[in-house]
Structures are given as C-alpha cells and as structure tokens.
C-alpha cells in the first residue's frame, strides 16, 4: 500500500500541536538560597507584578510572582498575594517567603523576617484556622485576610500555648530552639497550610 506524503505530513502537524485549552508552559530561572533553578510556569498567566517588571526583566529571568509561586506549592495566587519574596540585593538572590507587601518586582517593600512551612497535617492546619475567636482571650490578635487566610499574632509562648489545642506540629514549631518565647511572630493558616512568620 503506497502511503501519501501529504496526509502523513498532515498527520505529524496535528499529532505536534498543542492540545486546545492546554497552556504551553514557559521555564524561566532564578536563584533561590545561592542556588540555581529553573521553573516553569503557565505563560498564559500574567506572572508580572507591574509593567516595570514585564518590560525591564531580562530575558530568561523568572517574574517574582513565579518564583514566590515556587516557594509556596499548593496555595493559588489570591492565597500568595498576602506574601512577598524576600530578595538579598547583595548576593542577588532569593531567600524566602515573607509576610508583607510587594514592590514593582513581587519582592518585599520594606526588609521582613522570613515565613516558613509548618509541618501541620491539614486537619491541623484547618484546627488553627478556627481559632480565631479563643484569640483574644489568649492576649492574641487574630485578623481574616481577603485570601481566607487567618493570621494570628503575638508573643510566641502565648501563641504556642494556644496552638497546643489545634495541633502539636504547630506549637512545637513555636517552641523550638531559636525562637524566643517574648518574640513577636504571627501563625498564618491558609489553604490548608501554616506558616509560621516572625515579625
């Protein structure tokens, strides 16, 4: 059977195109903690944060929203937009997460401590995000955030001695070595997720 140029070339163009309704992803790099990393991320979003950072990032350079997108997987963007990315202008490079509001570039206005992961299982994290009326009774602050998130805030022995009723990875978080009981730091549950953010 003799087989037809045409309908195979046809063939090879259809099975090589993109699937509609499928975006085509983007990769990008960036360098987080002196490391370096490629990440790839739906090009169909707008990942800029201003139309400085679109037109002045140079080519191959991921967008900040993409990068605090890397740091914190499982959360969508109106859960992030409560956090920006930590940026060492001196090593040029990412650090973290943290709690506080975004520049130009998705990076963190003004110099903030940065957040991290708690290992909370989710029905921890979804114990913590129902605590916000005992806060008040605990000396705490507890405010709900347009993304959902609930942050509560104050000393850390207070909040650890509060967080012990919701989940014991939450708590022992707080209470480890190297944070000091009279700090001030916040517990941010969101999405199923807790982090914990000195302030």
Avoid: W
């Amino acid at each position: 059977m003799r087989m037809n140029l045409a309908a195979i070339a046809s063939f090879m163009l259809v099975v090589g195109a993109p699937l509609p309704g499928l975006a085509e992803p983007r990769d990008c790099e960036a360098n987080i903690n002196g490391e370096n990393v490629t990440i790839l991320y739906d090009r169909d979003l707008d990942s800029y944060s201003s139309m400085r950072e679109r037109h002045l990032t140079r080519r191959k350079t991921c967008p900040g929203a993409v990068v605090i997108s890397h740091m914190m997987p499982g959360l969508n963007e109106e859960q992030r937009s409560l956090f920006c990315a930590v940026y060492d202008e001196d090593a040029e490079y990412y650090r973290a997460p943290a709690k506080g509001e975004r520049d130009a570039y998705g990076r963190c206005k003004r110099p903030s401590a940065a957040c991290r992961l708690v290992n909370a299982t989710k029905e921890e994290a979804l114990a913590v995000a129902e605590l916000g009326l005992d806060a008040a009774g605990a000396g705490l602050t507890a405010a709900r955030d347009t993304s959902g998130a609930l942050i509560l805030s104050g000393k850390a022995g207070a909040l650890a001695g509060l967080l012990e009723t919701a989940g014991a990875s939450a708590a022992a978080a707080l209470s480890a070595p190297g944070v000091l009981a009279g700090a001030a730091v916040s517990v941010v549950a969101v999405g199923g997720a807790v982090y914990l953010c000195a302030d």
